[in-house]
């Protein structure tokens, strides 16, 4: 099998449109990455096929800060620390009217095992795309701006190669095996900072004049597996 490149990264979001966390191992299943945005809040009032509460609606969410304990048991939870440094279980009500009052929306907490995905369970960007999205629209590096699952740093060094990847099927590590299905197609969430929620509009245009609004792929699970950061992604068609 050849090598496509080795894992710099591993992002999960325990909470739909909240801050990542960064994780030197996990476990990839069926349903995507452990514990990764299986908490979702909704707006009540929706009949769109996008009812989620995301950082397009509030950008602050993105400054909420869930974090996971005890993964992958019975005991699992989630709580969040709030920009404020209150910080509260995730199924809290403190958290549910907190939510409600910053976006001024009625809200509902969803959790679903399988997770509430925009496409697909896994997202995937290497080092190098996003390097030159940073570089061609004057902004500062930063990968958590595109919010991957598995940040990649491609064997031959060339942006955004992981486009041609779709159709391919990649062993990750040792056990694990990915399909990639389509190419992500960004929206404005890149134009908003991982950290502080402000805007840059040049990420998105540049995105969308240069590179037909896509960076990164997304992926699908085929065999679930243990990964690690410094692991190979290798092709195996």
Not at 6 to 26: C, D, H
Not at 163 to 168: A, D, I, S, T
Not at 217 to 225: E, I, S
Request: proline letters at 5%; charged letters at 25%.
């Amino acid at each position: 099998m050849r090598s496509a490149g080795v894992i710099s990264q591993l992002g999960r979001y325990p909470v739909k449109s909240m801050r990542g966390e960064s994780l030197p191992a996990t476990t990839l299943t069926l349903q995507g990455v452990a514990e990764d945005r299986r908490y979702a809040f909704v707006q009540a009032g929706s009949r769109s096929n996008f009812p989620w509460l995301t950082a397009r609606e509030l950008p602050e969410l993105l400054c909420y800060r869930p974090s996971v304990e005890k993964a992958g048991s019975p005991e699992v939870a989630v709580s969040v620390t709030l920009p404020s440094g209150e910080k509260w279980p995730v199924d809290s009500a403190e958290l549910l009217q907190a939510l409600k009052a910053h976006s001024g929306r009625d809200l509902f907490l969803l959790r679903d095992y399988r997770g509430s995905y925009d496409v697909a369970p896994v997202s995937l960007i290497s080092d190098q795309t996003v390097a030159s999205i940073a570089g061609e629209s004057g902004t500062s590096v930063d990968a958590w701006r595109f919010r991957p699952n598995l940040l990649v740093d491609l064997k031959r060094g060339e942006a955004f190669e992981e486009l041609q990847w779709v159709g391919r099927i990649l062993r990750v590590g040792s056990a694990a095996r990915i399909a990639i299905t389509e190419v992500d197609e960004r929206c404005m969430m890149i134009t908003l900072d991982p950290a502080t929620a402000q805007r840059s509009p040049a990420v998105l245009r540049c995105v969308a004049q240069q590179h037909q609004q896509r960076a990164g792929v997304y992926a699908t699970v085929l065999t679930p597996g243990e990964v690690r950061v410094g692991d190979t992604l290798a092709f195996e068609n």
